[in-house]
């Protein structure tokens, strides 16, 4: 079955860097639509990147410029970059997988994607 296993969280200063990683396994992992996905306490879960089979990317918009999601297909391996971090990005980043939609459909509805990791905590101090 589909596994996705997230690693890479932790705690850092305000503009500190973090590289995420998400393991798949299970599936043919190029032909699906892959996303990083974050849900602060109290707060619904929001889309933070998203990267198609074709290789298109889409982030919102508070976080261009300083995220970049990319993948190695070989590894099957989704990897987040994610610099000049700010305390309003802490959260449960989450890792996923889509079969049906393009990215930017799923950055808007994530509960679209089809499977889901189990997440792995980014803290970010002031």
């Known amino acids: 079955q589909v596994q996705l296993v997230e690693s890479g969280g932790g705690s850092v200063q305000s503009g500190g860097s973090l590289r995420l990683s998400c393991a798949a396994s299970g599936y043919t992992y190029s032909t699906y639509c892959m996303g990083w996905f974050r849900q602060a306490p109290g707060k619904e879960r929001e889309g933070v990147a998203t990267i198609d089979s074709d290789g298109i990317t889409s982030y919102v918009d508070s976080v261009k410029g300083r995220f970049t999601i990319s993948q190695d297909n070989a590894k099957n391996t989704l990897y987040l970059q994610m610099n000049s971090l700010k305390p309003e990005d802490t959260a449960m980043y989450y890792c996923?997988?889509?079969?049906?939609?393009?990215?930017?459909?799923?950055?808007?509805?994530?509960?679209?994607?089809?499977?889901w990791g189990k997440g792995t905590l980014v803290t970010i101090s002031s």
């Open positions: 996923a997988a889509g079969i049906y939609y393009s990215g930017g459909y799923y950055l808007q509805f994530p509960y679209g994607m089809d499977y």
